[in-house]
């Protein structure tokens, strides 16, 4: 089988942990909860705790409105804006920006990525330097079919990932353009372009 290593879509991949930078691309999701329990053990003195299970940098802004349930790390120089939900596991690297009214939930959040405002990100990876704009949809369980199974598409073969909820991994540099939806199990190579309102469907609807 061709490989899919996360490396391959984010490059800083090693920033949250090394081990997981070879692993398949979607080997972090469904282990985020628990990934993000062990992370926050290891946390340096400039993380203040919330609670017992969301730490926040003391150089990060988080609105009093927006609504994180742990387990959750907001890193340095992040940006949570009001009405915004994190919750099932979140982390997000330095300088990320989540605006007014998105929901993240189960994700790894790359430095520099934008989830702009009224995004949905479901247990998914955005790379570095990603924007999505208003209304973009990371789609991460197929509610129209029987048959829940997700594959991702590598090199032309549908490859089992064995999950159930999975959005999308997505490159570094990728523009997700307003209103677009990825269909569970996208892989977006760095850089790529989704157009407003586009549909990124990656495999045939029988397949999984």
Known sequence: MTQAELRRYVAGAHRFRADLADGQAWEAIGQVDRLVRLALSELADDFGLVSSQVAVHRTAVVANTAE???PAI?????RVGPGAILRAGVWTDEQVTIGPHSEVKGSLIFAGAAIAHRNYVGDSVVGQDVNLEA???LANHFNERSDKRIFALVAGEAVATGLVKFGAVVGDRCRIGANAVT???TLLPPGTVVA???LIDQLAPDSG
């Open 135 to 137: 209304g973009a949809v």
């Open 183 to 185: 269909s569970p199990g």
């Open 74 to 78: 907001i890193g340095p120089g992040c």
């Open 68 to 70: 994180i349930s742990g």
């Open 196 to 198: 407003r309102l586009a």
